[in-house]
């Protein structure tokens, strides 16, 4: 078995130093990336939230629409049954 010696526990301290900076920069990419995909996440969110905004205002069109044409369709339906002179 090899001798351990101050020399070879410094060579092993050295490599244990180099592994850990890796990992962590390894990690602060990692950090980087999911900040990234989080500003991605929010900005999508606030347009699928304006999207049902806009449906919204929509759908309320809509629904004045199909009233003033039940209203019309109404009124055409009585005109039909009325006595003209």
Known sequence: MAEVTS????????RI?????GLKEGQREI???LNAMRGTMVSMQQDIHNIYGVLARHEMRLDRIENRLELRELAEAQSRFELHP
Do not use: P, Q
């Open 31 to 33: 950090r980087l990336e």
């Open 17 to 21: 130093h180099t592994d850990v900076a």
């Open 7 to 14: 020399d070879l526990m410094y060579e092993l301290l050295k």
